[in-house]
C-alpha cells in the first residue's frame, strides 16, 4: 500500500509538503505542487481523506434529508446541491426520511456527531423550536418546505403567487367552477397554495365552495381518486387545479375514465413541472419551479455557512413560471 512518505521519497519533497498540496495550503510553488501531483497520479496514491479532515474537524460531507427519495420532483434540486458539492469538494448523504420524524432525528445523530459538516433539509418534520436549536449549532438549510417561524436559512418559490398565478388563468379561460386538489399535511407550501386558490376566485368575485377541495398525498393513485369524487359530485366542475403535477396526471387518467376530454370538456393544471409534465399526453399545463437552481443555492448557502461556522441567515425567493400547455389550452 502505498502511503504518503512513498510519495515524500519519490517526489523528492517532504511529508509536510506533500500534506500542504493535498490541504491546498499556501507555500508550495506551482513547479512543486505539479511536480507532487504527477508522482500522486502515477503512484495511485488514495490520502485517507476521512482521518485528514476528522483532525480539522471536517468531513466534507453533507446530509440531505428528503420526505420521499422516490418522488421526481426532487431529483433536479438533488442535481444541483450534487454539483455544486462536487465542485467545493464536498460528498453527499441522501437520506429518506418517510416524513418520520423520529427517522429525521435519527440522521440527525450524524450531524450531532460529527460525521457530517451540514444538513438540507427538503421539508423538515421537527418544529421550529429544535430546528432553531440545531440551527444555532450547526450549518443548517431548508429547501422548498421550510419552517416560517424558525431562524434558519431557506430557500423557496412564493407559493402564493404561483398559485394565484395558476388560478388565474383557469379563470381567464372562462372557468368558474374550479376543483383543487390539495393534501392533508403540515407544510407551509399546502396552506400558501390553498390561500392562492381562494384568492384568485375572491378576486374574480367567484364563490369559494369548500367542497370542491379534495385531498390527496402526492401520489398518481390519490389524485386519480380525489379527481374521481369531484367529477361525480359536481358535473358543473370545468376545471382542476393540484399542487402536484402527479396529482395532476392522475386526474387526468380519471377524466378520461368519466368520459371528459382533456382539454376540450375539462382543463388541467398541475405544480413542480416534473420531467415528464412535458411528455404526457396531453403535455400538462403547470408552475415550474427552478428546481436545479434551488438546489445551487440551497448548497451555496449551506458552504458559507459551514466556512463561517454559522452566521447570518438568508431566505431566498426563486421566479416561478407557469408553462401553458395542452392540458388547458384548446
Known amino acids: 500500500m502505498i502511503t504518503i512518505k512513498d510519495v515524500a521519497k519519490e517526489a523528492g519533497v517532504s511529508v509536510a509538503?506533500?500534506?500542504?498540496?493535498?490541504n491546498n495550503s499556501p507555500g508550495v510553488s506551482d513547479e512543486t505542487r505539479e511536480k507532487v501531483l504527477s508522482v500522486i497520479k502515477r503512484l495511485n496514491y488514495n490520502p485517507n481523506l476521512l482521518g485528514r479532515n476528522l483532525r480539522r474537524m471536517e468531513t466534507k460531507m453533507v446530509l440531505v434529508l428528503l420526505p420521499a427519495i422516490s418522488n421526481p420532483f426532487y431529483a433536479r434540486i438533488?442535481?444541483?446541491?450534487?454539483?455544486?458539492a462536487q465542485k467545493n469538494g464536498y460528498g453527499v448523504m441522501l437520506c429518506n426520511t418517510d416524513s418520520n420524524i423520529e427517522r429525521e432525528r435519527m440522521y440527525l445523530e450524524l450531524l450531532k456527531n460529527k460525521l457530517s459538516d451540514g444538513v438540507i433539509f427538503m421539508a423538515p418534520e421537527i418544529g421550529e423550536e429544535e430546528l432553531n436549536d440545531i440551527g444555532e449549532k450547526y450549518a443548517v438549510v431548508q429547501c422548498c418546505e421550510y419552517k416560517e417561524g424558525a431562524n434558519v436559512s431557506h430557500v423557496s418559490i412564493d407559493n402564493y403567487k404561483a398559485s394565484y398565478k395558476a388560478v388565474k388563468h383557469l379563470i381567464g379561460l372562462g372557468h368558474k367552477n374550479i376543483g383543487f386538489i390539495s393534501c392533508k399535511n403540515n407544510f407551509l407550501s399546502t396552506k400558501h397554495r390553498e390561500s392562492g386558490y381562494k384568492k384568485a376566485l375572491e378576486d374574480s368575485e367567484i364563490e369559494f365552495n369548500p367542497d370542491y377541495i379534495r385531498y390527496g398525498d402526492y401520489s398518481f393513485k390519490?389524485?386519480?381518486?380525489?379527481a374521481h369524487g369531484l367529477l361525480n359530485d359536481f358535473k358543473e366542475i370545468t376545471a382542476i387545479f393540484a399542487i402536484s403535477d402527479i396529482m395532476a396526471i392522475g386526474a387526468i387518467k380519471a377524466c378520461y375514465e368519466n368520459g371528459l376530454k382533456v382539454p376540450d370538456d375539462i382543463a388541467?393544471?398541475?405544480f413542480d413541472n416534473i420531467s415528464f409534465a412535458p411528455m404526457y399526453n396531453p403535455s400538462l399545463t403547470t408552475?415550474?419551479?427552478p428546481k436545479y437552481d434551488i438546489g445551487c443555492t440551497a448548497m451555496e448557502l449551506l458552504i458559507k455557512q459551514i466556512k463561517n461556522k454559522g452566521g447570518h441567515r438568508e431566505n431566498i425567493v426563486l421566479e416561478h413560471e407557469l408553462i401553458i400547455r395542452q392540458s388547458t389550452v384548446k
Open 287 to 289: 408552475v415550474s419551479q
Open 222 to 226: 390519490s389524485g386519480f381518486r380525489a
Open 17 to 22: 509538503t506533500i500534506s500542504r498540496v493535498l
Open 78 to 84: 438533488v442535481k444541483g446541491i450534487e454539483d455544486v
Open 268 to 270: 388541467i393544471v398541475g
